[in-house]
């Protein structure tokens, strides 16, 4: 199994442009969510979603737009990309939405550079 | 609102000896609780969690931690470091709920160095 794939893993964009992350999983699971990595700040929750068509926001969702149309893939779109939107992108999938004490599969990142 | 607190940010050991990794939750009741390692370059992996029943949990690599109510805290240990250890850190809280979906609170990180 892949598990959680995302795409691409490098990405620099200049102020203003917009773009969309990728993230697929191929383990049926019905929880998705996305978390940005800063130094000196963990992680914090941008969006989720507990299945297919239900989408939520989570801690620091402000510049973030998500949608999820399939059970597979929860793509997250900037449209207006920022400095301060400069991250690393992490994308975790688990089974059971309802229940946080199932673990998260974390993808590998995406790293993204606003100039 | 729940909180984590990594009150160390670098750590250094050496190759060998015991590690101890700090992790302070603050909630209302009892949450399910998670340490993550993250290598460089990488995505975040699960060490082990606890949300019942034996307050000294075993996981993956050797580690263990212990979930101590009265200091709302849960530890991460390993009895013998080794080089491969050498990562980042995360202890991790989420809420006892259903229907709420997985909404982890991470810390801001422990940086594991392993001296040869």
């Known amino acids: 199994n892949a598990g959680v794939t995302q795409t691409p893993k490098f990405q620099v964009l200049k102020t203003g442009q917009s773009m969309t992350l990728q993230c697929a999983q191929d383990?049926?699971?019905?929880?998705m969510s996305w978390y940005r990595q800063d130094p000196g700040m963990g992680l914090r929750l941008i969006h989720y979603s507990v299945g297919a068509g239900i989408t939520d926001q989570g801690e620091v969702p402000n510049g973030y737009n998500v949608s999820r149309s399939t059970t597979e893939d929860f793509p997250l779109r900037l449209e207006l990309a920022a400095p301060s939107q400069t991250s690393v992108y992490f994308c975790?999938?688990?089974?059971?939405?309802?229940?946080?004490?199932?673990?998260?599969?974390f993808g590998d990142g995406t790293r993204l550079s606003i100039l | 609102a729940q909180s984590v607190t990594q009150p160390d940010i670098h750590i250094t050991v050496s190759e060998g000896a015991s590690l101890e990794l700090r992790c302070n939750y603050s909630?209302?009741?009892?949450?399910?609780l998670f340490w993550y390692v993250q290598s460089p370059g990488q995505g975040l992996q699960l060490l082990l969690k606890y949300f019942s029943g034996d307050t000294l949990v075993q996981g993956i690599k050797g580690f263990e931690a212990e979930f101590k109510r009265s200091q709302s805290s849960f530890n991460l240990r390993k009895p013998s470091v080794h080089w491969s250890d050498a990562a980042e850190y995360f202890c991790?809280?989420?809420?006892?709920?259903?229907?709420?979906?997985?909404?982890?609170?991470f810390g801001t990180g422990t940086q594991l160095k392993v001296e040869l």
């Open positions: 991790a809280v989420g809420p006892i709920l259903t229907g709420g979906g997985n909404k982890l609170t």
């Open positions: 383990m049926n699971h019905e929880y």
């Open positions: 975790a999938s688990s089974y059971s939405g309802g229940d946080s004490h199932q673990p998260q599969h």
């Open positions: 909630y209302g009741a009892t949450p399910y």
